[in-house]
């Protein structure tokens, strides 16, 4: 038996007549070399969307995009030291320069509906976080088809993508959902001009998202209303005045959506009693978070969170002192 190596099967096949041929699609050019070592400046992550399954309804998850918080040991938690919310975010293995927070809302489809909780940015308060319409299509999710659209509560991080830059909306045909405390809140003009500066970007963008839409669309909501077959609003104030978490229920199934019951897991789920810069009444805020915490990790429900690491898919598991978020593993089943 004669053993031929590479190099020797190359070296003859050089001095065939079809040598020229053939060696440069054996041999990568060292363009082709260049290439495969140096990706396009312009690539980008795969389309950012992910389905479960809660009974007979899909819950698609779509990505937004992120933002980063500057100096998040500085002002970020109100009632924590700069040393311990960094030694929260080491034992996370998360940098303390920066923190990045996603965005992530979501569709639920069944019975001919397709329901959406917030909208995302819409891609106009940072260029990082402007990837909502894109996934929604690489999703199937036709914003024209879309039956309603439910608010948690009117951050802008929520509620900017109801409309586009034009002022005009972006889902023509459906039903806007919003809590009732929310639109007394952000719609009262003594409430605006009492405001610190801080607030008044919202106030504005309240209103100029709901109001691409005719009034007649709008239809306020109770705190602890079923906003839709399947889907029952969960009172949780604090955050704002009238913060809404839901239940997604179907088939003896259930989900918890948290909206912004916490921000990033590694600070407030692990710490329940922190209290995050953009709650307007901690001390409520903090309340309904243990509230929701403690039925999620008895009933064993799953959960999502808008500012959890992406899907956000997961539990809440009781810890020491406080609360952990275990992420579901990744499944390509639905």
Known sequence: MVCVSRRSALGALAASPVAAALLPHLTPTAAQAQQTAQPSPNVQQAPGFYRVRVGD??????????????????????????????????????PTEALTIPITFMAVQGGGRTVLIDTGTGGQLMPTAAFGARNMAAAGIDPARVTMVVISHFHPDHISGLAGADGKPLFPNAEILVPEAEWAFWMDDAAMSRAPEAMQGTFKTARARFGAYPQE??????????VAPGIQAIAAAGHTPGHTAFAVSSGGKQLMVLSDTSNHPALFVRNPGWHAVFDMDPALAEANR?????????DRMPVVGYHFPFPGVGHISQRDRGFEFEPAPWSAEI
């Open 57 to 94: 309804l899909i819950v698609t998850r779509i990505n937004d995009g992120q933002f980063a918080r500057p100096n998040p040991t500085e002002g970020f938690v109100r009632n924590a030291s700069p040393d311990d919310v960094a030694a929260a975010l080491r034992d996370a293995f998360l």
């Open 217 to 226: 669309r709008i239809r306020r909501y109770d705190a602890n209303a079923e």
């Open 290 to 298: 243990r509230k929701l915490f403690d039925r999620a990790a008895a």
